[in-house]
């Protein structure tokens, strides 16, 4: 059974020349051309990724997203956003709602059909990934409750579900090469994969390492994800 994509713009030709596109590719399409009536469709149809803009009339991209986010069955459902709005302010904003990536209009359908694999390719792992072990119950806390800090570390609190004993472990250390921190100003910046090698002069798989050692070192499912948890410790500047 194919994977089934939602397509959100108030643009008719945007609509059908993505639909037209991703179907030739192989996935199921249903549009809406706003966001009150792509909710409903979410609801209904259950789609494996959402492909919208931002800019809609009755319900914008924003709004659409958030309540997306706010049903728990679609916390971890992959968003691209499509917009002509390219401002950092409004870039994360889009990270800080839910999307996963960003393609600044006009863009090519290639590089979305790339987006979208990689993206899919990437939940379909998290989705295979053994569940945590229900032994052990990780509780966040603040610096002065978890002890010493070192630099470049988040400590939490393990608690042993048999004892009730405490200790803190190190769960997040955003410690980054170079590349790594380049890697992520452009990735904040709301650029794919193929636009940060671009200004790097790094080929996309190179840049998709970066990405991937960026989740790993952050413990971050996805760009959202690794752009709060980069914000919260002032790794890039907004």
Known sequence: ?????????DDFATRLSIADYLEIAGYSIIA???GKEALGLVDEFQPHLIVTDITMPEMDGYEFVRRVRARP???LLPVIFLTERTS???????YQMGCDNYLAKPFELQELGAVIRSLLDRYALIAQ???RSPETHEILQPEAASGVKSKGETHFLTENSETGDRSPVSQISPVLTQREQEVLDLLTEGLSNIQIGDRLHLSPRTVEKHVSSLFRKTESNNRAELVRIAMEHHLIEF
């Open 73 to 75: 069955a679609f916390r």
């Open 32 to 34: 809406a051309e706003n």
């Open 88 to 94: 950092t302010q409004e870039r994360i904003r889009g």
């Open 129 to 131: 990934a053994p569940a």
């Open 1 to 9: 059974m194919p994977l089934t994509i939602l397509v959100a713009d």
